[in-house]
């Protein structure tokens, strides 16, 4: 079991930045996949990045290619989702997820570890 607390959310105009962070405890962290996913009220939670346990393979959603950056420090047991460009439609509650090993997967389900979300909140 491994506990996630992100933290980072806020208030942004359009066009600005944010940079999420998700703290590791429990489980090694080192030893496997790790995601973003976000969720707006009544829609199903979407897959915003992933990363494998070293960095060598990550996979972004096609909305946000180009604009986000996903990272970690093993030796800090702490994930980032660097988010420039930020767009209105962006607005969500962000969850950091962990995998039970090193595959990356693009859906929910994939993760048995979620944080508890943080908002971001992006105004035109």
């Known amino acids: 079991q491994v506990q996630l607390v992100e933290s980072g959310g806020g208030l942004v105009q359009a066009g600005g930045s944010l940079r999420l962070s998700c703290a590791a405890s429990?489980?090694?962290?080192?030893?496997?996949?790790m995601g973003w996913f976000r969720q707006v009220p009544g829609k199903e939670r979407e897959f915003v990045a992933a990363i494998s346990r070293y960095g060598a393979t990550i996979n972004y959603a096609d909305s946000v290619k180009g604009r986000f950056t996903i990272s970690r420090d093993n030796a800090k047991n702490t994930l980032y989702l660097q988010m420039n460009s930020l767009k209105p439609e962006d607005t969500a509650v962000y969850y950091c997820?962990?995998?039970?090993?090193?595959?990356?997967?693009?859906?929910?389900?994939?993760?048995?570890?979620w944080g508890q979300g943080t908002q971001v909140t992006v105004f035109s």
């Open positions: 429990g489980r090694t962290f080192g030893r496997f996949a």
């Open positions: 997820a962990a995998a039970s090993d090193n595959v990356i997967r693009i859906t929910a389900p994939g993760y048995d570890n």
